[in-house]
């Protein structure tokens, strides 16, 4: 099986920073996912890595280093809409995605 | 574009009851998966289906869990009889095609069917 930690909880200020880490372990690595998860809600599409570096897309980067097993999200110019939890999840060459447990990210005004 | 459809939405069952849940995945997709999300975890695969062929159900507890695709499109999931810890949030995904590289392989989830055993 696949070990994907991320941290559990974080809380952020309304137009601040916030990076959430994840590192894994794994063999036969395809890929990494990034997903936002509304409490109640179906995990959504955020971002995919699978060379290293960074990918932007609006507030929200993804980094990947292959080498090290680590991969961060970077939301930029929080809001309120972002508090939600993100989902790390690792691709292996079987095309199946193992999930961390997720990071509630808090917002606060 | 539909996204992927799930029904119910919620169910409440007694432990040792039958419970079904249905998909429907966006349209063009090969590939199903099946996912239990537990409180407070990351969703994990019970079954994978590519068109209506198994991939992949070494996670599914075969004893109580079944499902199906019979026409490669929609798919049910069935637990008989259910358990208390089969509590959680059944999670529908589908992908476009296995085997094609880069992001088209993006899983797109449907909302999922929150169960809960009493």
């Known amino acids: 099986g696949q070990n994907i930690d991320q941290p559990t909880e974080m809380t952020a200020t309304e137009g601040a920073i916030v990076q959430i880490n994840c590192t894994y372990q794994?063999?036969?690595?395809?890929?990494l996912f990034w997903y936002q998860q509304h409490a109640g809600e179906a995990p959504t599409f955020l971002s995919y890595?699978?060379?290293?570096g960074l990918e932007e897309k609006g507030r929200f980067s993804s980094f990947l280093s292959r080498s090290k097993g680590y991969s961060y999200l970077l939301l930029k110019e929080l809001q309120m809409k972002d508090s939600a939890s993100y989902l790390c999840?690792?691709?292996?060459?079987?095309?199946?995605?193992?999930f961390g447990a997720g990071t509630t990210v808090t917002v606060r005004a | 574009e539909a996204g992927v459809a799930q029904s119910p939405r919620y169910k409440i069952i007694e432990k040792r009851q039958s419970v079904a849940f249905w998909c429907n995945p966006i349209s063009g997709h090969a590939t199903l998966y099946w996912y239990q999300q537990i409180l407070g975890q990351g969703p994990k695969l019970l079954i994978q289906?590519?068109?209506?062929?198994?991939?992949?159900d070494s996670q599914l507890p075969k004893d109580r869990f079944s499902a199906e695709r019979l026409k490669g499109v929609d798919s049910t999931l069935k637990i008989q009889p259910a358990k208390l810890e089969d509590s959680a949030v059944y999670l529908c995904a589908s992908s476009f095609s296995r085997g094609v590289a880069g992001a088209g392989e993006t899983q797109y989830f449907g909302p999922g069917t929150r169960l809960l055993v009493l």
């Open positions: 289906f590519q068109n209506n062929g198994v991939v992949d």
């Open positions: 999840a690792v691709r292996t060459n079987d095309y199946k995605l193992s």
């Open positions: 890595n699978v060379l290293d």
């Open positions: 794994t063999s036969g690595f395809n890929g």
